[in-house]
């Protein structure tokens, strides 16, 4: 985690990625959150049914391709922000216990801007999905 600090500006309570577990440093990457009751969200989202909100689903996914995106080249030491979001999918729910696993593959990736389409799982089924489109700047 603190080579993924290293690369992403993000801190508790809002650092959603736990660990890398591959990457081919071109293409590709999937990392891994683990979720436990103690996360903050789940005291709200909901109390009685905790889940992980989609939305945060979906940053996990951005900041695991931020690690890939933004540690390497023109782009390292640059900050990542939100152009778009399409075809988003939420499957199932993430619940306390479970391990989200976000795997991102890149589609385009140019000097100031990218996009990717990133799927995660929760015991090797999709809990969420989406393409997510991103612009770079200092």
Do not use: C
């Not at 809002?14 to 990457?29: A, G, H, P, Q, S």
């Not at 009751?37 to 945060?56: C, D, K, S, T």
């Not at 809990?127 to 700047?137: G, I, K, Q, V, Y």
């Amino acid at each position: 985690v603190e080579e993924i600090k290293k690369i992403l500006p993000h801190r508790y309570p809002f650092l959603l990625v736990d660990r890398i577990l591959e990457t081919d440093n071109e293409k590709r990457i999937v990392g891994l959150k683990n979720l436990t009751a103690n996360e903050e969200f789940f005291n709200g989202h909901f109390p009685q049914m905790p889940g992980m909100p989609g939305v945060l689903q979906l940053e996990a996914m951005a900041q695991t391709a931020g690690v890939l995106m933004l540690k390497k080249g023109e782009n390292a030491g640059k900050m990542a922000y939100f152009m778009a979001m399409e075809n988003v999918k939420f499957r199932r729910m993430v619940i306390p216990g479970d391990q989200l696993v976000m795997e991102v593959e890149v589609l385009k990736w140019r000097s100031k801007m990218g996009k990717v389409r990133a799927i995660s799982y929760v015991n090797g089924e999709i809990a969420s999905e989406a393409d997510l489109m991103f612009a770079f700047a200092d």
